[in-house]
């Protein structure tokens, strides 16, 4: 039989795996102990009220041939896009409808759209989310990094040189927890505009920006709408893990409004949509009672990752994100590798983090923590994460 050899070229996908194999094996040698997890990439909290309500109030519409709905429009119910535009417009960046596509989540379109560049020449951070590298190993891509270090504070500029199809940019950044400033930005638009390349950008975690300075869209950079397609996504932002809905947005700018048109051709032919109750439950979100819960909930989980961030000071360990980003990346601690610090945090605090070495090879000898554990849970793995740190540094 021949199978596609791009995906036989897929390297088995062992991080998680791992993890949840050391987790239960150290869980049945020691039942009695409560292991708590710092590795959490899912959120914990419920669904808001409002989307709640909005997703009632759908289903009883459903229930009725009067108000029931089959087939919805092809880029997602207008209703939806308009709002997506509102939310845009209230951070200063000006969209056509036709430009946003609602989406099932952002993970699916930012691997889905390499397919409409052919055979590309790709350029990823590293440390990455994993689902970037996969996707363009499948692609049969070609992949270039650009790497995150501290000298950089994880936020790598444009090379000096080369010529890229595709650039993926995260931030803020899943696993860094890095923002790229407006002006950092402006170094990619102009490079990517500069070599005729184009930026995935990825803004899963926009919600999570609380300093007013930081740009929460590539739009808010000049040139981006020429350049630049935005993946965002209801998942972290308003616990739709489960629920699935998120919007990309593919300016017209692009190519004279080609990769608009592909894009609209490729997903009304191989996407089936996001279903009505959840584009009204996302339609939700974004009104007014809507983002008041939001921002209530990013408070919640933004208080997780002050407590973790202060435990890291607090012991003197270097470490990023954790102020605009649920996400904190520490050094471990006395040198140790991933892996070293993964086994020595959960047999010796019982605490579950995320080794950075499974996020690519500049991430060996650093970890990832994530704020959407429960509150009372933190506190605790934050105090025991600070003693173990002390005691080994
Ligand atoms: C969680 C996440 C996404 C979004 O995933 P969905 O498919 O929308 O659930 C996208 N990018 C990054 C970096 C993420 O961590």
Redesign the pocket.
Known sequence: MKLNSNYLNLKESYLFAEIAHRVGAYKASHPDERVISLGI?DVTLPLTDSAVAALRKAVDEQSRAETFRGYGPERGYAFLRDAVCDYYADKGVSLDAEEIFVS?????D?GNMPELFGNSRVLMPDPV?P?YYDVNVMAGNEMHFAEGTVDNGFLPAPPEDGRFDIIYL?SP??PTGAVYSAQQLKEWVDFARATDAVIFF?A??ESFVRDGNLPTSIYLVEGAKECAVE?C????TAG??GL?C?YTVVPKGIAEGKLNALWNRRQTTKFNGVPYIVQRAAQAVLTAEGRAEIGRNVGYYMQNATVIHNALQDAGITHTGGVNSPYVWMKCPAGRTSWEFFDELLTRAQVVGTPGVGFGKTGEGWFRLTAFGAHDDTLVAAERLNALCRSLS
């Open positions: 990439g099932d989540g952002a993970k699916s930012l989310y689902a995260c950044s899943n990825d899963a975690y993946f996504s209801f998942s972290k739709f893990t699935r998120g």
